[in-house]
């Protein structure tokens, strides 16, 4: 829950880079811990729903800027 806070709080900036770092970063140290699998599957799920918003807002921005 942190994390998406923190990765919501840099793509305002918008730094895409820094936002992927530090979402992979958390993964890792997850995985490493030992954290149940069906966990980065729910996780995966969420961040492809974000993923896709984030795609159709771009869009949507784009769309008002060209007509």
């Given at each position: 829950?942190?994390?998406?806070?923190?990765?919501?709080?840099?793509?305002?900036?918008?730094?895409?880079?820094?936002?992927?770092?530090?979402?992979?970063?958390?993964?890792?140290?997850?995985?490493?811990?030992?954290?149940?699998?069906?966990?980065?599957?729910g996780m995966g799920?969420?961040?492809?729903?974000?993923i896709i918003v984030?795609?159709?807002?771009?869009?949507?921005?784009?769309?008002?800027h060209l007509f």
């Amino acid at each position: 829950g942190i994390v998406f806070l923190f990765f919501g709080l840099i793509m305002l900036q918008p730094d895409l880079g820094t936002g992927v770092i530090l979402t992979v970063s958390i993964i890792a140290l997850l995985f490493v811990a030992g954290v149940n699998m069906k966990f980065f599957f729910g996780m995966g799920a969420i961040g492809l729903v974000g993923i896709i918003v984030l795609i159709l807002i771009a869009f949507k921005t784009l769309l008002e800027h060209l007509f």
